[in-house]
């Protein structure tokens, strides 16, 4: 699980390090999220960790390494992490 957050967007890749592929991804940018008024605060995140979960799910993947990219574990990175596991993806 693949977390890049920019000045404005939120966004969650699911990677199959062995193939290079991603198997799943889900953003601020998406339709779904669009629709929800998805925001790139801590609520959106929060949001955002959820759908990122089910999609997760969806697509056969229980278990993931947390990947932050640089980012400190903190405010909207770590809402994030927290309402994913919350929906049932073990780190």
Known sequence: MS???????????FIDDLRGHTLAA????DSQMREQ??????????TLGTVAAE???????????FDR???????RIQTLADAARKAGLQF
Do not use: C
């Open 37 to 46: 008024s998805v925001n790139d605060n801590k609520q959106g995140a929060e």
């Open 69 to 75: 990219g640089g980012f400190k574990y903190h405010g």
């Open 55 to 65: 999609r997760a799910q969806s697509a056969g993947i229980s278990k993931v390494v």
């Open 26 to 29: 889900i953003s601020t940018l």
């Open 3 to 13: 977390v890049f957050t920019s000045g404005k967007h939120i966004y969650v890749q």
